[in-house]
């Protein structure tokens, strides 16, 4: 599975239900989202995150924002409300219709449509901000790995990444199915059983895996929260500073640990 796959996968996503394929609640499939139901679930989330980072005294710039896997833009609309400037990107087009459809923003986000497996069209030290989540699970482990570097390189020094990723499976039949079959089986069993216009795959990342591929990029993980929101996948979402320059790499550490 590469990067190819997933655009095909998430273009058929965003072309039959956009904006529930952002966020599968029950009784949401086939266009029930009211735009604004949607929106403002948005924002309650990025609030959520920005007082954490208040808890914690994360402090960044608020000058630009990039908001990865911007999908229907729900995020990115939150974020321009904190933000002069937002870069929202995503691998599928349709989905970039809907987000620029729901903009509100004023002319303050940016939507860009990247196929590549990196950030090329992002310079080094150009946001204060990144924000992902509910997006790395669904990428080959590999190129989720790519882009966890990439938004380092992107980060200004002592700039924030807000990154959601499962860290294991549960044992459910969803979290066994994505753990243990093969994607040929998974693709059946998402389309067939749990009817999706596509597969959605998830892929889980140890948490001592990522700690240490942020510590080698430059930056460091402060804190690593179970939000307990999925029966399948355990969600962790993750707060990771980038050093000040020439600032030199310390053993990776968690500083708040997590039940086994």
Request: hydrophobic share 45%; proline share 7%.
């Amino acid at each position: 599975m590469g990067l190819d796959e997933v655009r095909r996968d998430w273009t058929r996503l965003g072309a039959a239900d956009p904006l529930w394929a952002v966020l599968t609640h029950a009784g949401k499939r086939g266009g029930r989202w009211a735009d604004e139901e949607f929106l403002a679930s948005g924002r309650a989330e990025i609030d959520a995150a920005m007082a954490r980072l208040d808890r914690l005294g994360v402090v960044s710039g608020r000058e630009r924002a990039l908001d990865f896997g911007c999908g229907a833009g729900r995020l990115s609309n939150a974020l321009a409300q904190r933000f002069g400037e937002v870069v929202g990107v995503d691998v599928s087009a349709p989905m970039l219709e809907q987000a620029r459809r729901l903009d509100g923003s004023g002319g303050r986000i940016r939507f860009v449509h990247n196929v590549a497996p990196d950030l090329a069209v992002l310079p080094d030290d150009h946001v204060d901000l990144v924000y992902t989540d509910l997006v790395l699970q669904h990428l080959p482990p590999a190129l989720a790995r790519g882009y966890l570097r990439e938004f380092v390189r992107v980060l200004r020094p002592e700039g924030v990444l807000l990154a959601g990723m499962p860290d294991r499976h549960e044992r459910t039949l969803p979290g066994l199915m994505s753990r243990y079959a093969p994607l040929a089986v998974q693709r059946v069993f998402q389309r067939v059983v749990l009817r999706h216009p596509a597969p959605m795959r998830m892929h889980t990342m140890p948490q001592p895996e990522l700690a240490a591929l942020m510590n080698d990029a430059g930056a460091d993980v402060i804190a690593a929260d179970a939000l307990g929101d999925n029966p399948h996948w355990r969600h962790i979402r993750y707060v990771v500073v980038k050093r000040p320059a020439a600032v030199p790499a310390a053993a990776p550490t968690l500083s708040a640990a997590l039940p086994a």
